[in-house]
Antibody, heavy 117, light 110 residues
C-alpha cells in the first residue's frame, strides 16, 4: 500500500527556515516523480516544486531561489528545505507521487506551515 | 488569479448531473493531459480523473472527464450528498515548465 507521511511543519518567524519531510512507503521515491503542492488557508491548490526520477528539479517562480527539493534514497524520503520564509508562504504543504509531471497519483495528509511573528 | 479558469461554484439536486468546466490555453490544456482532483472538507485532495478521461481504480463511473482543444470538463452523474467537495483541474504548462491548477469549484448538492 502506498503511503506518504509529511512532517516538519510548524510556526516560524518571517525570514526563518523550515525543512519538511515526506516519508514514503509502498514504492521507491527515487524511481518516481515527486511534487510539493501547497494550499493557503481558504485558498486553492498551488504547485511549488517537482523532482524527477533522474534528479532534475523545477520550482514555481514564487519559491525559486528560496526553497530546495531533495530526496534521501536510503530513507525513501522526500525533503523540502524552505528558507527566507514569508507570511505569504503560510499554507498546508502536501507531498505527492506523480504519474508524470502534472498528474498526482497519491497525496500525503499535509503539514501546516505558519509564518508569523 | 489562476492560470486555469473554473467556475467558483456549482450546485444541483441529489440524483442530478453536473458539469464543471476548466479553461486554459495552448501551452497547458491544449498540449498536455488534464487531471481532476476532489477535496472533501478538511482532507487532502484525491485524484478522480487522469489523462483527460481515465479513472483510477476505485473511482465510480459516475465521474467522467473529457477534453476539447484548450478546455476540459468534469461530469458527475447521480449526485450524492457525499460528493459535496471542492474540485480542481490541473495540468502541466509547457511554457512555464510548471504545473498549473484551476481556482477550484465548490460543489453543493442541494
Amino acid at each position: 500500500e502506498v503511503q506518504l507521511v509529511e512532517s516538519g511543519g510548524g510556526l516560524v518567524q518571517p525570514g526563518g527556515s523550515l525543512r519538511l519531510s515526506c516519508a514514503a512507503s509502498g514504492f521507491t521515491v527515487s524511481d518516481s516523480y515527486m511534487s510539493w503542492v501547497r494550499q493557503a488557508p481558504g485558498k486553492g491548490l498551488e504547485w511549488v516544486s517537482i523532482i524527477y526520477s533522474g534528479g532534475g528539479t523545477y520550482y514555481a517562480d514564487s519559491v525559486k531561489g528560496r526553497f530546495t527539493i531533495s530526496r534521501d534514497n536510503s530513507k525513501n524520503t522526500l525533503f523540502f528545505q524552505m528558507n527566507s520564509l514569508r507570511a505569504e508562504d503560510t499554507a498546508v504543504f502536501y507531498c505527492a507521487r506523480d504519474r508524470y509531471p502534472g498528474s498526482h497519483v497519491y497525496w500525503g495528509q499535509g503539514t501546516l506551515v505558519t509564518v508569523s511573528s | 488569479q489562476s492560470v486555469l479558469t473554473q467556475p467558483p461554484s456549482v450546485s444541483a439536486a441529489p440524483g442530478r448531473t453536473v458539469t464543471i468546466s476548466c479553461s486554459g490555453s495552448s501551452s497547458n490544456i491544449g498540449s498536455n493531459y488534464v487531471s481532476w482532483y476532489q477535496q472533501l472538507p478538511g482532507t487532502a485532495p484525491k485524484v478522480l480523473i487522469y489523462d483527460n478521461n481515465e479513472r483510477p481504480s476505485g473511482i465510480p463511473d459516475r465521474f467522467s472527464g473529457s477534453k476539447s482543444g484548450t478546455s476540459a470538463t468534469l461530469g458527475i452523474t447521480g449526485l450524492q450528498t457525499g460528493d459535496e467537495a471542492d474540485y480542481y483541474c490541473g495540468t502541466w504548462d509547457s511554457l512555464s515548465d510548471g504545473e498549473v491548477f484551476g481556482g477550484g469549484t465548490k460543489l453543493t448538492v442541494l
